[in-house]
Each structure stands twice: as structure tokens, then as C-alpha cells.
């Protein structure tokens, strides 16, 4: 079983419909969990964090975490084609700053 | 404040030489980690260097090494070279304390002929 997973798609959706992108995990000690968006040819970037139990909002973008359940989500609300790219889940454990990567979600925004 | 940099962006090396990579990270910033990028395996952790020390390290064989200097940047170099190191190298910038957030460089692609 691999430590982070994700689908990898493509996950296709129409232009300003909502995106959701689901992750899950192994290890139950995991204590923050990231959203890193990749553009073909282009580094991750980060999207944003979650720490607690809950919804996370920032913009456009909605970090869900259920730790009971090893699973954490990406909602996308009003999709753009300009995001079309890989969604990459990651998890770090412990103080150190490795994070576990999953292999990436592929999202097309179709016009 | 600049990003994170690392240079060279492109190499082109072949099998058995070694090659040093090298990162800047954000100003500030005392934590720099090295991921490495591949189609078939995804992004996977190298090591974690804090203040000139290695604080954490993956499941890679000797042949990757790494260092820290004063200012933070970091180096990472693999020797003896193999067709199966071809990946995207990262750099990871953290401000090394409580916070989490690791932002990423541009990378080198690594093209082992």
C-alpha cells in the first residue's frame, strides 16, 4: 500500500464547475497535510495547508481533512481552464520537513 | 523576497560521471530539502539539511550526497552516475522552525546519457 494516494485521472470538469480532488494516507501519525499545484514542464507550487479536522478555505480553494478517515481533499470552486494541472498531496509526519508525495491528480478544465 | 534558485536548470551528463546541483533558498529561510522527480515514481524525498546538518534522509542509495554552507544554500552532488538518475532534481525552501510550508524551486533537469 503506498503512503499517499491519489487517483490519477485525468479528472475532467467543465469551466466554472467545482473540482474535487481526493487524497489518502497511511500513516495515522501524519500532522499536516499540503496541496502543491504542477504545471506541465513547471515546479509545484503551493496551494495551501491544513492542520486540523475541518475545512479550509482560501479563494477559490477548499482544503477538507478527515483524520479518522486517512483522507484529505481539494474543492475548486468555479474552475478555470488556467487550472489545468496535476493537483500533488502531501503529507509530513514528525518536525522533520519530509514531505510524502502522492503521484498526482491530472485536471482538465474544459471550456 | 526572491524565490528559491537553483542552478544549473539544465545538465546533460553520461553514465559514470558525477554532477553537483546547487540551491539557494529564500532569504531567511535555514532548511533546504532535495526532492527528486521521475514519471515513474513521482516526487521522492532525498534529505533535509537545518543549519549545516542533515536532519532527515530518504531511502537513497550512498551516491547522493549533500552539504549546507553558513548562508543556507546547499549543494547536492551524485557521483557514479546511472541512466536511472534522469529525473527533475527539486529544492524545497522552509523556514526550518514551527512552520510547514516548503516552497520549491525551479529544478534542474538531469538527463543521464
Known amino acids: 500500500q503506498k503512503e499517499v494516494e491519489q487517483n490519477s485521472g485525468p479528472l475532467s470538469v467543465p469551466e466554472g464547475a467545482i473540482a474535487s480532488l481526493n487524497c489518502t494516507y497511511s500513516d495515522r501519525g501524519s500532522q499536516s497535510f499540503f496541496w502543491y499545484r504542477q504545471y506541465s514542464g513547471k515546479s509545484p507550487e503551493l496551494i495551501m495547508f491544513?492542520?486540523?479536522?475541518g475545512d479550509k478555505e482560501d479563494g477559490r480553494f477548499t482544503a477538507q481533512l478527515n483524520k479518522a478517515s486517512q483522507y484529505v481533499s481539494l474543492l475548486i470552486r468555479d474552475s478555470q481552464p488556467s487550472d489545468s494541472a496535476t493537483y500533488l498531496c502531501a503529507v509530513k509526519s514528525g518536525t522533520a520537513s519530509k514531505l510524502t508525495f502522492g503521484t498526482g491528480t491530472r485536471l482538465q478544465v474544459t471550456l | 523576497k526572491a524565490g528559491v534558485t537553483q542552478t544549473p536548470r539544465y545538465l546533460i551528463k553520461t553514465r559514470g560521471q558525477q554532477v553537483t546541483l546547487s540551491c539557494s533558498p529564500i532569504?531567511?529561510?535555514?532548511?533546504v530539502s532535495w526532492y527528486q522527480q521521475t514519471p515513474g515514481q513521482g516526487l521522492q524525498f532525498l534529505f533535509e539539511y537545518f543549519s549545516e546538518t542533515q536532519r532527515n534522509k530518504g531511502n537513497f542509495p550512498g551516491r547522493f550526497s549533500g552539504r549546507q554552507f553558513s548562508n543556507s544554500r546547499s549543494e547536492m552532488n551524485v557521483s557514479t552516475l546511472e541512466l536511472g538518475d534522469s529525473a527533475l532534481y527539486l529544492c524545497?525552501?522552509?523556514?526550518?522552525?514551527?512552520?510547514?510550508?516548503?516552497?520549491f524551486g525551479p529544478g534542474t533537469r538531469l538527463t543521464v546519457l
Open positions: 532569504s531567511g529561510h535555514r532548511s
Open positions: 524545497a525552501s522552509n523556514e526550518g522552525g514551527r512552520t510547514n510550508e516548503q516552497f
Open positions: 491544513i492542520y486540523s479536522n
